[in-house]
């Protein structure tokens, strides 16, 4: 079985310029998590989707950042403009909504 | 709200020594708890959880952590550490009632001696 996956694994961008991250969750998880992961840090969560409703937001910066889960299956989050400290780790998990999610690799993301 | 405190940044071991990290958490009522384990450049890979039961937990690659309620703690142990254990480990806490967020801690960072 497929895991999480994530595209790109790497972004180098400049700052003010948008950059949108993708996600396939593992098939037929219900449940999908954006982190973002700082360097020397733990993940923090930064939206919680329940099929295609999101049901926490609440650590999402609304100014500059998005994200869909259109269908209830594949999701995009995406930063318009990046700034210098959005340079991190984004990860995306998912779950059957029972308690055990399971990471992609994530996307390393660089702004100059 | 749920916290998660890891008091060691690094460690570093002789392989085949024993291994314990250290994990304490913050959450009124019982949480579940996990270990991840993250090699360079990867996402998260799941060593073990704890929701309920038996105290004493078994996961992959031969660790296993002790849930302690008295101590608010979730450490993590191995009997004899391996070379390929060299990673960073994450101890997070989660809660039905908020929705099975996942707070973590800062990572310890598990260096090993030839």
């Known amino acids: 079985e497929a895991g999480v996956v994530q595209s790109p694994r790497y972004k180098i961008i400049e700052k003010k310029q948008p950059v949108a991250f993708w996600c396939n969750p593992i098939s037929g998880h219900n449940t999908l998590y954006w982190y973002r992961q700082n360097l020397g840090q733990g993940p923090e969560l930064l939206i919680r989707?329940?099929?295609?409703?999101?049901?926490?937001d609440s650590q999402l910066p609304k100014d500059r950042f998005s994200a869909e889960r259109l269908k209830g299956v594949d999701s995009t989050l995406k930063i318009q403009p990046a700034e210098l400290g959005d340079s991190a780790v984004y990860l995306c998990?998912?779950?059957?909504?029972?308690?055990?999610?399971?990471f992609g690799p994530g996307t390393r993301l660089t702004v100059t | 709200a749920q916290s998660v405190t890891q008091p060691d940044i690094h460690i570093t071991v002789s392989e085949g020594a024993s291994l314990e990290l250290r994990c304490n958490y913050s959450y009124g009522a019982t949480p579940y708890l996990f270990w991840y384990v993250q090699s360079p450049g990867q996402g998260l890979q799941l060593l073990l959880k704890y929701f309920s039961g038996d105290t004493l937990v078994q996961g992959i690659k031969g660790f296993e952590a002790e849930f302690k309620r008295s101590q608010s703690s979730f450490n993590l142990r191995k009997p004899s550490v391996h070379w390929s254990d060299a990673a960073e480990y994450f101890c997070?806490?989660?809660?039905?009632?908020?929705?099975?967020?996942?707070?973590f801690g800062t990572g310890t960072r598990l260096a090993v001696r030839p």
């Open positions: 989707y329940e099929n295609e409703e999101a049901v926490d």
């Open positions: 997070a806490v989660g809660a039905e009632s908020s929705g099975d967020k996942l707070t």
């Open positions: 998990a998912s779950s059957l909504g029972q308690h055990e999610q399971y």
